[in-house]
Structures are given as structure tokens and as C-alpha cells.
């Protein structure tokens, strides 16, 4: 064979001594092609350099080897929030992994929603891994007609029934926070929220104020909004303290929301964890830790998460008949120095 020149499938079935179909078959893994043909096919792969040509294996078979993974959010909030950065590495190792190509797609604003159904529609991915956490997102809706299967990371923020999903318990692991802070005595216990348009955010917001309720505890005034980002979580400590001077202890709905409430207090004469302890959520493994005082925290793990949702769509991409659902994954409380 000349150097130039690529093996083809002709020549590893030559060199196997078998026929085209039976190398097509044992390349592609069939069942139905004995173990002692496909090792005799493989061994011939390897020896003569032999790889399948993916574009023309595409045409036959109407698959790309790829996934997207589709984040709506603004780009600045995906770029800023380390939950995101977990979720985009897990991502392409999970895939990796799976000997599939990861696709990266930012849905930033509505007007992106037809431009990526579009691309979805046109054949370059297999399948998607979706991120749309919030109320009013048109992008759950649209993608109800698309003829890939989808799998969601969370619950999707128009609540749309029969989808594949994978979310944390974030309700429990609100009720961890509150249960720890109480049994430790505190008693004014606040929270800063994330935007109540985000499924998750309203769940740990229901945590808090059950958890709080069933100690005998009155959440009234007690909680103030933010939007999962450091500013944000300041801005509402502060203004939780000018209401509750007499707080001591905030449960936070993200880590980076945390540490803005850690700068407020400080900023108040506040001494964390004496005069007020603060709990996140999250537990983000650079960032808690490296808090000061290190980051009491509710534990969630994405890499789990993309874990199970990689393993539902692998398995809808298969042929396998799953009922839709919500898988909810466990969280639990990382104790430091905080709380």
C-alpha cells in the first residue's frame, strides 16, 4: 500500500480474511459477529492504522458522534458562576469518556432560541444536555418539538411535564442549614435567596422557611433576594441587618452570595462565626474552603449530576424506552469554620 494512502475497510477485512459486512459489523460492535471474527478485525484495525471515516460513517448511521450542551443563561452570569465552570468540565470529561464530542452552545438571550433550535434540528449533534433554569425560558418549549432526545440538568423553569431531568435536593439541603444553625442555637435566622424565576432558588427559599417553621421560628422579614452572584449577596445582608439588627446567622443559596454576606458582615463589625454564622450552598471545592473563615456548605456534586444525565441520554440515544422524569440527586452538609 502506498504511503499516501489510507487503509480502507476493504483492506482490514482482506487482512482479517473476512468479508466487508463482517468487519462493518464487528468495527460497529455487533452483537451478531462472533468473538473470535472481531478480535481478527480489530487485530487488522490496529495493525494496518486503520479509522473509520466519521463523516461517512455519519451518512450511514445519522449520527455525528457529538452532544451539545446548552447553557441558557447570560454568558457574564455563566462565566462568573463556578457551579457553571464544574458543570462545563464535568461535562466534557463524561463525554470524553463516552467517546463523544462535546458541543458548547450559550443561549444569552430569547433571540438565540430559534438559532439554536435550528442548529439542534440540522443534524450536528446527537442529543443535548440543557441547562434552562428559568420561569419564562422559551427555550424548553421550543425544544419539545425537536427531534433530538434532550436531557435536563435541573428542572426546567417552565415546570414542563415528561422531561428527563436530573436535579439536586435543594429543599433538603436548605432544611440542613437551618436544622445545623438551630441546633447550634441560633435563633435569627436569615437567608439570601437567588431569583425566585429559578427553580432551584425557590426550592432552597421553601427549605428554609419549612425548616424555620418547624423549629417554631417566624421567617417574617427575614429573608432578602439576590441573584447567586457575590454583589448581590452584600447588597441583601446589608439590608437584612439594617431590618434585623438582632440576626445571627445567614443561610446563603450560593457559595459566591456567601461571601458577600461574609464582606457585609465584616463591614457591619460583624465576627463570623461568633456574632452571626453564614451557610452556603453548593460547596464549591476552590471556593468554600478558601473563605475566611472557611465555608460551612451544602454539598452537591456536578460532576454526579452530568454523570446521570450523560447516562440518560446515552441510553435515550440507544433506543432504550425510559420514562421521563425527575432523578433528584442527594446533597449533605459540609461543616467548617463558618457555622
Known amino acids: 500500500m502506498p ?7 476493504e483492506d482490514v477485512a482482506a487482512y482479517a480474511g473476512v468479508s466487508r459486512s463482517t468487519a462493518s459489523r464487528a468495527l460497529n460492535d455487533d452483537e451478531y459477529v462472533s468473538t473470535r471474527a472481531k478480535e481478527k478485525v480489530l487485530g ?7 479509522s473509520p471515516n466519521q463523516a461517512a460513517r455519519s451518512l450511514v448511521t445519522r449520527r455525528t458522534g457529538a452532544v451539545a450542551v446548552v447553557l441558557s443563561e ?9 457551579y457553571f465552570a464544574s458543570v462545563m468540565h464535568g461535562a466534557f470529561r463524561e463525554l470524553s469518556d463516552a467517546g463523544v464530542q462535546m458541543l458548547l452552545m450559550f443561549v444569552d438571550t430569547r433571540d438565540d432560541v430559534p438559532r439554536t433550535i435550528k442548529f439542534l434540528e440540522g443534524g450536528h449533534a446527537d442529543g443535548a444536555l440543557v441547562f434552562a433554569p428559568h420561569k419564562g ?7 419539545r418539538l425537536a427531534r433530538i432526545p434532550v436531557v435536563y440538568g435541573g428542572r426546567p423553569g417552565t415546570g414542563r411535564r415528561g422531561a428527563h ?28 435567596t437567588g ?28 429573608s432578602e433576594q439576590g441573584d447567586f452572584t457575590m454583589a448581590s449577596g452584600e447588597v441583601a445582608t446589608a439590608k437584612l441587618l439594617a431590618r434585623c439588627p ?17 464582606k457585609a458582615l465584616r463591614a457591619a463589625g460583624r465576627i463570623v462565626p461568633k456574632d452571626v454564622a453564614v451557610i452556603g450552598f453548593d460547596d464549591h471545592p476552590t471556593l468554600a474552603p478558601a473563605m475566611e473563615p472557611p465555608l460551612t456548605s451544602i454539598h452537591q456534586d456536578p460532576r454526579q449530576q452530568i454523570r446521570e444525565m450523560v447516562k440518560k441520554l446515552l441510553s435515550l440515544l440507544t433506543g432504550e424506552n425510559i420514562r421521563p422524569e425527575t432523578t433528584v440527586l442527594p446533597v449533605k452538609l459540609a461543616v467548617r469554620d463558618s457555622a
Not at 179 to 185: A, F, K, Q, T, W
Open 3 to 9: 504511503m499516501d494512502e489510507r487503509p480502507t475497510l
Open 44 to 50: 487488522a484495525a490496529r495493525e494496518l492504522g486503520y
Open 74 to 82: 447570560p454568558e457574564a452570569n455563566v462565566l462568573d458562576d463556578p
Open 137 to 143: 425560558d422559551p427555550l424548553p418549549t421550543a425544544l
Open 165 to 192: 431531568a436530573v436535579d439536586f435536593d435543594n429543599e433538603g439541603g436548605a432544611r440542613l442549614a437551618v436544622e445545623h444553625l438551630h441546633d447550634s442555637g441560633r435563633r435569627r435566622i436569615g437567608t439570601v
Open 195 to 222: 431569583m425566585l424565576d429559578h427553580p432551584a432558588a425557590a426550592d432552597r427559599l421553601a427549605g428554609w422557611q419549612k425548616a424555620l417553621e418547624a423549629a417554631g421560628l417566624d421567617p417574617t422579614d427575614l
Open 246 to 262: 438582632d440576626l445571627d446567622a445567614v443561610f446563603a443559596a450560593s457559595d459566591l452570595m456567601a461571601a458577600g454576606a461574609m
